[in-house]
């Protein structure tokens, strides 16, 4: 390989990673008591980002359910969700509100993940509701 291709791969591979490092800027995943202490210690934008038949079988108080694939999904949340404070996301295991979170962050809000999900928030034996 020459001096030039070799330069080019090493300049691929550091802007992906550039890249993917830019993504989670914004980000900031944290376990079940520490969602637990941040949303109960003041008023917070709190999204649940599960499906409308998960949402109902229980859910974290005061969530606002808005599905991540729903088509609309980032226009929704800028109609409820306000880009000065924070937003607290959760799914059921991480995995879509952490999918949720980079697309958010690309709009300018700031996210708290909660990074176990609903799943780590009951395995805690903190509460939800089925309001």
């Given at each position: ?5 070799y ?10 990673l ?6 989670s ?12 202490a941040?949303i ?6 709190l999204?649940d980002?599960r499906?409308?038949d ?8 005061k969530?606002?359910?808005i599905d ?10 800028k109609?409820r969700?306000?880009k ?5 996301l ?15 962050v ?26």
């Amino acid at each position: 390989m020459t001096r030039t291709l070799y330069y080019c791969i090493i300049m691929g591979v550091l802007s992906m990673l550039i890249g993917s490092c830019h993504a989670s800027e914004g980000i900031k995943s944290v376990d079940s008591a520490t969602f637990k202490a941040e949303i109960s210690s003041a008023a917070v934008q709190l999204l649940d980002v599960r499906t409308a038949d998960e949402f109902a079988k229980g859910h974290l108080e005061k969530a606002i359910n808005i599905d991540v694939h729903e088509s609309h999904f980032t226009q929704l949340v800028k109609a409820r969700f306000d880009k000065s404070q924070p937003i607290y996301l959760y799914c059921r295991s991480g995995k879509r509100s952490m999918m949720a979170a980079q697309l958010l962050v690309k709009e300018g809000y700031q996210i708290v993940n909660l990074k176990d999900g609903i799943l780590g928030w009951m395995d805690a034996g903190y509460p939800v509701s089925q309001e």
